[in-house]
């Protein structure tokens, strides 16, 4: 020990002095290990003796202030990517808010229509990634019949408001389907030059 430094015998460097705890077993009044070696020896014994135990402890993580690292994605992420929760020691959500939006899109699947993400995925690429309706857009939205609750399909947004708007009706479908090809509204030849309007 000397100018206001000591040796550590965990890290082999000069440590100021404010870098040992107190000690009143050794002649100096310090550890013989700095600080940082002490925390790191005693994660380590820790981690040890929970995986003795069946237990994993996760690696402490350096976050710098005003961030908070999500365990669910790895990323470490500023404070306004965090719901509030003030039940929470540091009054935030224990997963980001990306995470959360992912578990609930998974949550919404599994409740609404009793399959997994892997089952959606499978479904639409069965469809060759389209909506089954319009085959052009991309199929996002799980259609179902309301009364059944059986999955039919994945459309995209415009196919799935269309038939929801529609009531799920197949003859209001089809009498819709017979006004755009002009049944309803154009007029027939019934001889030469006489027309009859729709009724």
């Known amino acids: 020990m000397s100018n206001g430094s000591k040796w550590c015998r965990g890290c082999a460097r000069d440590i100021p002095l404010s870098g040992f705890a107190a000690d009143r077993n050794r002649s100096d009044g ?3 290990r700095c600080r940082e070696c002490v925390a790191a020896y005693s994660a380590e014994h820790y981690r040890r003796r929970q995986a003795a135990k069946g237990k994993v402890v996760k690696d402490h993580v350096e976050v ?29 959500s224990t ?3 990306a995470c959360r939006a992912i578990q609930g899109r998974a949550g919404h699947l599994k409740r609404s229509y009793g399959m997994t993400e892997g089952e959606r995925d499978e479904m639409v690429a069965g469809q060759g990634g389209l909506c089954c309706i ?32 529609l009531g799920d009706d197949p003859d209001t479908l089809r009498r819709a389907i017979s006004y755009l090809e002009g049944h ?4 027939t ?6 027309y009859r309007q729709p009724s």
């Open 30 to 32: 310090l550890q013989p």
């Open 95 to 97: 997963r980001c808010k």
């Open 64 to 92: 710098p202030a005003g961030c908070k690292f999500c365990r669910q994605c790895g990323e470490i992420k500023p404070h306004s990517e965090w719901h509030k929760n003030a039940t929470a020691s540091d009054g935030l």
């Open 134 to 165: 319009c085959l052009k857009a991309p199929a996002v939205h799980v259609d179902h019949c309301h009364e059944t609750g059986r999955v039919r399909g994945v459309l995209c947004f415009n196919c799935n408001s269309a038939i929801g708007k």
């Open 184 to 187: 309803a509204w154009k007029p």
């Open 189 to 194: 030849i019934v001889a030469q030059g006489v």
